[in-house]
């Protein structure tokens, strides 16, 4: 159960796009299509922004898109916003029990 | 509206035990399996506990292992962890989640910091 690894930091200037890899194993990300992506602003609770590699919650702007690659799993937030810096973590289902990723904080230059 | 409600966090000594609650309403309670999930101060996401919709099934992570247990109440729509055998590396604001298919879904509640402290 070692949590997956994720870029300390990432960020891209307004308009930009920015993308966050999410690394695993054969066990958990390489292993089941239920990889999630979740947004925590400072002080509040995350948000799921992704789930199932590349779906989107009712809410959620399309400029958040998900996919995966054998055990790597990537985020991409197209035409940054202000609002869209914060920490995103990406957590996998690993076959009865779950992992989420070491985290990554975006910042909007 | 899908609202969780986490209680039961305080100061312990380390060794010591503490129970959470978690208040589930806007949702069947009964048809979801249901998650913990702790953040350390400053730290980032560590996932702790699920129990399946029946409760028959749980399943923990390495760190918690014989040590913490989940368990649900439908009449009062409540999830719980009995945490025992306290450390100072189980600090961390513990948050409950209502699961869906691989996936800890949110909203989360505000979360209930749980300190172990001397």
């Known amino acids: 159960q070692s949590a997956l690894t994720q870029p300390p930091s990432a960020s891209g200037s307004p308009g930009q796009s920015v993308t966050i890899s999410c690394t695993g194993t054969?066990?958990?990300?390489?292993?089941?299509?239920?990889v999630s992506w979740y947004q925590q602003h400072p002080g509040k609770a995350p948000k799921l922004m992704i789930y199932?590699?590349?779906k989107r919650p009712s809410g959620v702007p399309d400029r958040f898109s998900g996919s995966k690659s054998g055990n790597t799993a990537s985020l991409t937030v197209s035409g940054l916003q202000a609002e869209d810096e914060a920490d995103y973590y990406c957590?996998?289902?690993?076959?009865?029990?779950?992992?989420f990723g070491t985290g990554t904080k975006v910042t909007v230059l | 509206e899908v609202q969780l409600l986490e209680s039961g966090g305080g100061l312990v000594q380390p060794g010591g035990s503490l129970r959470l609650s978690c208040a589930a309403s806007?949702?069947?309670?009964?048809?979801?399996?249901m998650h913990w999930v702790r953040q350390a101060p400053g730290k980032g996401l560590e996932w702790v506990s699920v129990?399946?919709?029946?409760?028959?099934?749980?399943y923990y992570a390495d760190s918690v292992k014989g040590r913490f247990t989940i368990s649900r109440d439908y009449s009062k729509k409540t999830l719980y962890l009995e945490m025992n055998s306290l450390r100072a590396d189980d600090t961390a604001v513990y948050y409950c989640?209502?699961?869906?298919?691989?996936?800890?879904?949110?909203?989360w509640g505000q979360g209930t910091l749980v300190t172990v402290s001397s």
């Open positions: 989640a209502k699961g869906q298919l691989g996936t800890v879904t949110t909203p």
């Open positions: 129990i399946s919709p029946d409760g028959g099934l749980t």
């Open positions: 806007g949702f069947t309670f009964s048809s979801y399996s």
């Open positions: 054969s066990s958990d990300v390489g292993g089941y299509d239920y």
């Open positions: 199932d590699v590349s």
């Open positions: 957590s996998s289902y690993a076959g009865s029990t779950y992992v």
